[in-house]
């Protein structure tokens, strides 16, 4: 690994704290002390679109604006999957989900995968995870401090949340699929936490100091200011904008439905909506779309909570901060609302990194959210991990390099999916075996193998599909081995892959799930 300090020290001084070291911007303007500690930020469902500073002027989000403005945007940053528990687990992990043993939703990461807490645990970092990391298992995972919904079950129990008004409407119990889609995606625009919890009956709205999240950022506060000569790593992860879209009662009808504009779709996309929102009126998908306003900018308010604390703890200085989602989601786009495509505005998300020294920009490369774990590290200038699939963000941070990759990845092998895009080009691949998944059938049936090739350059909406034009056979192939190249390098079953396969069929073998057929031990794997 390439030491941090070689690159970046221009002069070194002792200070009370221990070593502090003086940084140069790829500018040369001097910085102030050496990062000691990283504070990660995750929503859930979050789009990049859904954000002021990459370019929604009808969203409300200055405290996420004012963090871009303090660090690097990057531009087309990309998710190793369009779902909550392979992201989140491949984040940690800094490897694929097929490649940490994470790919469906019910799977728990096993306590074999070492993840960036294990590793800077055992380097001395006080560690934090507070809110949703979907482990899927009472295992903390190298996490010596962890916070979730549970905790703030029993703190509502113990202490009571405030009472509002009779009058306030407020919105009921999440059943997704048992109720019409209008009503588990908000789009009356009600305030609540929308979740049940214990003893409940029926769902309460809450005001903001009683509410979930704010909760977890008091947490974090907390753990920050009691371990503040420590270093730390806080992973603070909200619930929110996933549907129902939850927000307290004071950031109810902050956005009007007769304000939202709705995305345009395509004829393509008639085939593959699902059948549960066919019923939705145009009315229904601007109340959906205001809802998941209201989340994102409450999401907004606690990372505002976030950045203020760290100013008042004296941690800016000393702090690499970054900002992410687990995935995006779509808001009528394609007709869907939803995660589990490949569409970009599901694959490409908000990714924030600031520290002390950083030169503020955009960065346009191409770059996978598995590439976050060995940057922190690097950043953190401590040793590296073993058998990463990431590459570190370090030499774009600095200004050392203007490449990356020349191609990102994505898999959803609930549907037996993946996706490769390149600068230009995106493919995605898919065995068709099934309906669609988790309540999203279209009721065509099975659509059978199935390619899609988008050039986003002149069709940056995925609206025209040119698999099947002729011209693009030698490009579909290169497609192929760039996909088939990347399974075959990190999957911990490629030695099994049997012999004699066509392109199509290897991709296909791949495209199982691996957990169904491997043990944990399987997925250790040091490349």
């Not at 001395?124 to 899927?136: E, R, V």
């Not at 929110?240 to 004829?267: G, M, R, V």
């Not at 490949?342 to 998300?349: C, T």
């Not at 191609?407 to 995605?428: C, Q």
């Amino acid at each position: 690994m390439k030491n941090l300090r070689a690159r970046l020290v221009a002069a070194a001084w002792t200070s009370a704290i221990g070593l502090a070291i003086v940084a140069c911007s790829p500018e040369g303007d001097s910085v102030g002390p050496s990062v000691r500690n990283v504070l990660v930020i995750s929503s859930d469902d979050h789009a990049a679109y859904a954000m002021g500073a990459y370019g929604n002027d009808a969203i409300r989000t200055p405290n996420l604006d004012r963090l871009a403005s303090q660090g690097v945007r990057f531009d087309r940053a990309y998710v190793n999957c369009p779902f909550c528990t392979p992201s989140r687990q491949s984040l940690i992990t800094g490897r694929y989900p097929h490649s940490c043993g994470v790919t469906l939703l019910q799977t728990p990461l096993a306590e074999e995968q070492v993840t960036i807490a294990d590793h800077l645990g055992a380097l001395g970092f006080k560690t934090a995870a507070i809110g949703k990391m979907h482990f899927n298992s009472d295992l903390k995972h190298g996490f010596d401090f962890r916070i979730d919904s549970r905790d703030h079950d029993a703190l509502l129990t113990e202490q009571p949340a405030r009472k509002p008004p009779a009058d306030v409407p407020y919105k009921p119990l999440w059943m997704p699929f048992r109720v019409p889609a209008r009503e588990w995606l908000n789009a009356d625009r009600l305030p609540g936490t929308g979740y049940p919890r214990p003893g409940d009956a029926e769902n309460q709205g809450l005001y903001d100091d009683d509410f979930l999240s704010t909760f977890f950022v008091r947490q974090a506060i907390d753990f920050m200011r009691e371990n503040r000569n420590e270093r730390m790593c806080v992973w603070l992860s909200f619930y929110e904008p996933h549907s129902p879209f939850n927000f307290p009662i004071e950031f109810a009808s902050k956005y009007s439905p007769s304000d939202i504009d709705l995305p345009e779709t395509s004829p393509e996309d008639a085939r593959w909506v699902p059948a549960i929102f066919r019923g939705l009126s145009k009315a229904d998908r601007r109340g959906i779309v205001a809802s998941y306003y209201n989340s994102v900018e409450y999401v907004d308010s606690n990372v505002g909570r976030m950045l203020d604390a760290l100013d008042e703890l004296s941690l800016s200085e000393s702090t690499l901060v970054v900002y992410i989602s687990d995935h995006g989601y779509l808001l009528g786009h394609h007709g869907r609302f939803e995660k589990h495509m490949m569409w970009e505005e599901i694959v490409r998300v908000p990714m924030v990194i600031r520290y002390p020294g950083l030169a503020p920009r955009a960065e346009p490369a191409l770059v996978e959210m598995v590439d976050l774990a060995p940057t922190i590290l690097d950043i953190l200038d401590v040793d590296a991990m073993d058998g990463l699939d990431g590459r570190s963000l370090l030499g774009l941070l600095l200004g050392e390099t203007a490449e990356h990759r020349d191609v990102v990845f994505s898999e959803y092998l609930h549907d037996n999916k993946a996706m490769v895009r390149t600068d230009r080009w995106k493919y995605v691949f898919t065995t068709g075996k099934t309906d669609l998944s988790l309540g999203y059938e279209t009721g065509h049936g099975p659509s059978g193998r199935d390619q899609r090739l988008y050039d986003m350059a002149g069709d940056p909406g995925e609206f025209r599909d040119l698999a099947d034009d002729p011209q693009h056979e030698t490009l579909i192939r290169d497609m192929q081995s760039r996909m088939l190249d990347i399974f075959s390098r990190t999957h911990p079953g490629a030695p099994e892959l049997p012999g004699g396969l066509t392109v199509e069929e290897q991709l296909e073998w791949f495209l199982e799930p691996p957990e169904n057929h491997l043990t944990p031990a399987d997925f250790v794997n040091v490349r």
